[in-house]
């Protein structure tokens, strides 16, 4: 899926948000930034609930009305996501700094994560 970012390079700013160019160095700089954000989203969704879940079965109500289970077990979940997503999301910035992204040596180059940039959302 990213393997055209790759071998074309994505695009690299200034810092006033001109086009300077494209960049290998820099696509492999957005590829780990997404290969880390994809690893911690599922942490905190897989982590949290069994915890969350074996401090609440052990209430009262719960205890009581065992049906209640898997509506609370789903609420946490949904709370789980809704805490990752953006945590994930905003481990990095939405501009990232590159070294040497495009010129080496040049400073005050930037990629964009595009996840505010409506052209993102069409298909490439």
Do not use: W
């Not at 509506?71 to 939405?94: E, K, M, R, T, W």
């Not at 990232?96 to 959302?121: H, P, Q, T, W, Y």
Request: with cysteine; charged share 20%.
């Amino acid at each position: 899926m990213r393997y055209g970012e790759l071998e074309e390079g994505i695009d690299v700013l200034d810092a006033d948000g001109n086009l300077v160019g494209s960049s290998k160095i820099a696509a492999r700089h957005a590829l780990l930034e997404t290969a880390l954000t994809r690893v911690v989203l599922p942490m905190p969704i897989l982590v949290l609930p069994p915890i969350v879940m074996s401090m609440l079965e052990k209430t009262a109500l719960l205890q009581a009305r065992p049906r209640l289970l898997l509506p609370v077990q789903s609420l946490v979940c949904l709370a789980a996501f809704g805490l990752a997503l953006p945590l994930a999301i905003s481990l990095f910035p939405q501009m990232s700094e590159v070294s040497g992204g495009l010129r080496a040596g040049r400073e005050g180059l930037f990629i964009n994560k595009d996840l505010l940039n409506a052209d993102s959302l069409a298909l490439r």
